[in-house]
């Protein structure tokens, strides 16, 4: 047995695809499968193309509902349910605040104004994403609301790559996306696959390994895109209940079977903070989670044991 590899950039982000097998001909056809399948879900999901699912949706916001695939209407109906459980601190509408507030290219020198926040905040609320099972339509009641799944799409991408592995007889494999991964069966030499958990001061460093199998993880950090305006560092993730960004905590790592979870849970505990985002997870069954907070401090669920 042997592991094979292929890196590609998917969806704005880095993508490594592992598979364990025999035949590095056969591998290397599951790879490009998954690429592609990969590439199937960003075409669905992203708003760069005029002609994506979601750019339908949010270009008749206000408008009419819009008819959608079933993958498509189930993946928003799960993100509500998750906007419920975190008290809509995650929230696909979130897309209605306009980005060009928030450019974190290291030039922003001061907050946007807060006036001009509030009035793009009205825009977020998941409850006003309507769905229709029985028509299979989508539909955002207020004019100028759009939705985005940058806190859940990788995640999901994640997830169908490996199904789409599994069901093509792969027995183990890996699947990340930058970060947002997904594991299942074990390496070539039959031990479990190792991943590491990154260092927020030293990404390239991990602070702690993990041994796991049949298991995601995901990490939401603010190592990587932030601000500092009057001293005080903003990260890239927006609350959506008020429009600024958070600070307090550099990093947050979910652990669960389904990266698509993982990948949602990350981003709202974030913006819940230590206290409020451990006592979420530790109501929600096989999730767990470890936070580095600004002074590094660690914190984590109770079902985390740290050599």
């Not at 819009?66 to 995650?90: A, H």
């Not at 990490?219 to 429009?243: A, D, L, R």
């Not at 907070?293 to 669920?301: A, F, M, R, T, V």
Request: glycine content about 8%; proline content about 4%; some cysteine.
């Amino acid at each position: 047995m042997k592991e094979f590899r292929k890196t590609q950039r998917l969806m704005g982000n880095q993508f490594e695809i592992t598979v364990v097998d025999t035949n590095e001909t056969v591998a290397k056809e599951h790879l490009e499968a998954a690429v592609l399948e990969i590439q199937r879900i960003e075409n669905l999901l992203t708003t760069f193309r005029e002609e994506s699912q979601t750019n339908q949706i949010n270009q008749n916001a206000g408008m009419k509902p819009v008819k959608v695939d079933p993958e498509v209407f189930n993946l928003i109906e799960r993100s509500l349910r998750i906007s419920k459980i975190t008290d809509g601190y995650f929230d696909i509408s979130y897309g209605s605040i306009d980005r060009k507030f928030w450019n974190f290219d290291r030039e922003m020198k001061e907050l946007p104004d807060p006036e001009m926040i509030k009035e793009h905040l009205k825009l977020v609320n998941y409850h006003n994403i309507l769905l229709n099972r029985e028509d299979s339509t989508v539909f955002l009641k207020e004019k100028g609301m759009r939705i985005g799944f940058g806190g859940i799409g990788k995640g999901y991408a994640a997830e169908m790559g490996k199904r789409l592995l599994i069901n093509r007889g792969v027995k183990s494999g890996v699947v990340n996306a930058s970060g947002d991964l997904t594991t299942w069966g074990n390496q070539a030499d039959g031990k479990p696959w190792t991943i590491g958990i990154s260092d927020p001061d030293n990404a390239r460093l991990p602070f702690s390994y993990m041994n796991i199998s049949n298991i995601s993880v995901a990490t939401s950090g603010n190592y990587e895109k932030f601000v500092s305006i009057g001293g005080k560092k903003y990260s890239h993730t927006i609350n959506p209940k008020t429009g600024m960004p958070v600070s307090g905590i550099k990093s947050v790592t979910i652990i669960c079977p389904n990266a698509e979870i993982a990948d949602a849970l990350a981003t709202p505990v974030t913006i819940m903070g230590t206290e409020k985002g451990i006592g979420m997870i530790d109501q929600i069954q096989q999730v767990e989670c470890i936070i580095i907070d600004d002074e590094n401090h660690i914190y984590s669920s109770k079902n985390i044991n740290f050599k």
